[in-house]
């Protein structure tokens, strides 16, 4: 059926728990399925202990993570499988009350978390945007597009594929971003995304990721709590989710800012849909968050924000870069805490991977303790239900914030 993986012994310990990756160096040797066939990246392995015991099978990757494990039996990799796959993630988001007429946009399939290792599905209305963090997802996208529309058809139409920026350089692949041919050959049209009632334009042609941050619905529904009379600054505020909810949540100002010009239009009509042009209470500006926070500093006129978010990008997108990544988280946090107003609260957030709770937490303690300043813990937030975590895969945990009282 497939070629096959012989691990070294003693290496299958964590595969029997569940652990979806088998790294290279636990690796005996490759039986491919003739002498002709050597293993390409992105095929299809079954993997064995070093008894011949059959652990699974999973995609061939290139780098550390040789194999991505999608299954621990002696089943296949095919059409039947992405659908019962399919199947159990749209029953997980069923029980969480998705989609539903004020919450249309929603993770559908989130990698490692739901079984899926190197795919993310994120849904928009009628349209679901798939993305390949493997070759081995990338091969098989059509039969996992049509899983989707045979699974979710009563709602999905569409599948489009985003995964240019996502998958390997070194792969060589001509991967084009587009709708898939199981989406059929309609004109297709962006619907409006709602989150908590909120509307706004995906753009997952253009825009990062799949096109909009679905990870954050419930932080900001903490900040709409928070935002009352408030002048807030939502930094590195991409299409305005947090301003959103804040100008719902009364606001007194609120000034969102980020580096990308395009993301910063796209958060002046968002707030135009759902606040009219009249939304005189916010401004954006497409601007550097070190530059702006120097501005503050330096212009005794700047308005001071006792509400704030600083929700940046991923610092730390591998293990490597640890370290320099902890000290940008530092740097940005003693920025924040030094110019928020007394009794100011601030949202400070991280998406790396690499970066785990107590680093982060670490990274914000040297950060107040710079400032001189006293700081409360006031929630400590993570990613909403629809990103589980593979309990055996702590590693998919990604995200991480901590709203902070400054006195
Ligand atoms: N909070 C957003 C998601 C933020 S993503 C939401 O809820 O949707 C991170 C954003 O930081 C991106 O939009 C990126 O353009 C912006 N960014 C990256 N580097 C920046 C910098 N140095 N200064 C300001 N913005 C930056």
């Given amino acids: 059926m497939y070629a096959k993986i012989i691990l070294k012994p003693g290496k299958e310990e964590s595969l029997k728990r569940f652990h979806p990756w088998v790294f290279s160096g636990a690796i005996a040797r490759t039986e491919p399925l003739s002498k002709k066939n050597a293993v390409q990246e992105g ?12 652990l699974g099978a999973g995609h061939v990757q290139i780098g550390s993570i040789a194999v991505r494990m999608l299954r621990f039996d002696q089943g296949a990799i095919d059409a039947a499988f992405y659908e019962d796959r399919m199947e159990k993630a749209l029953q997980l988001r069923k029980e969480l009350r998705f989609p539903r007429k004020d919450n249309n946009c929603f993770r559908l399939v989130h990698g490692e978390g739901d079984f899926l ?25 059509e039969i996992i597009a049509q899983a989707i529309l045979k699974t979710c058809g009563k709602f999905i139409k569409n599948v489009y594929y985003k995964s240019e920026s996502t ?64 002048n807030v600054l939502n930094m590195f ?40 042009e009249a939304a005189k209470t916010h401004e954006a500006y497409a601007q550097d968050a070190f530059d702006y926070f120097h501005h503050l500093e330096q212009d005794p006129d700047a308005p001071r924000y006792n509400l704030m978010i600083v929700d940046p990008p991923a610092f730390a997108k591998h293990q490597k870069v640890l370290r320099q990544a902890l000290q940008g988280y530092r740097k940005l946090n003693a920025a924040a805490i030094r110019n928020i107003a007394p009794g100011g609260i601030l949202f400070t957030f991280s998406c790396s991977q690499a970066v785990s709770k107590e680093d ?24 909403p239900a629809d990103h589980p975590v593979n309990i055996y895969h702590p590693e998919g945990e990604y995200l991480k914030g901590l709203v902070l009282r400054v006195e």
Avoid at 43 to 54: A, C, E, F, N, P
Avoid at 361 to 379: C, D, E, N, P
């Fill in 360 to 383: 982060f937490r670490l990274a914000v303690f040297s950060a107040a303790a710079q400032t001189g300043r006293k700081v409360q813990i006031l929630h400590q937030l993570t990613q």
């Fill in 237 to 276: 505020c991409y299409t305005g989710g947090f301003s959103l909810y804040a100008l719902r949540g009364g606001a007194k100002l609120v000034h969102s800012v980020d580096a990308s010009a395009k993301a910063v239009e796209l958060c002046r009509r968002n707030v135009a849909l759902n606040f009219g």
């Fill in 167 to 230: 998958l390997p350089f070194n792969a060589g692949l001509e991967v084009k971003d587009g709708y898939l041919e199981a989406s059929g050959t309609t004109t297709k049209t962006a619907p409006v995304a709602v989150e908590n009632g909120i509307e706004f334009y995906p753009d997952w042609v253009q825009g990062q990721k799949t096109g909009f941050f679905v990870d954050q619905r419930e932080n900001r529904a903490l900040v709409e709590h928070y935002a009352k009379g408030k």
């Fill in 43 to 54: 095929d299809k392995v079954q993997v064995l202990s070093s008894t011949g015991q059959i």
């Fill in 117 to 141: 290792p190197g795919l993310v599905v994120d849904v928009y209305g009628n349209t679901a945007v798939m993305q390949a963090h493997s070759v081995g997802m990338h091969v098989d996208r």
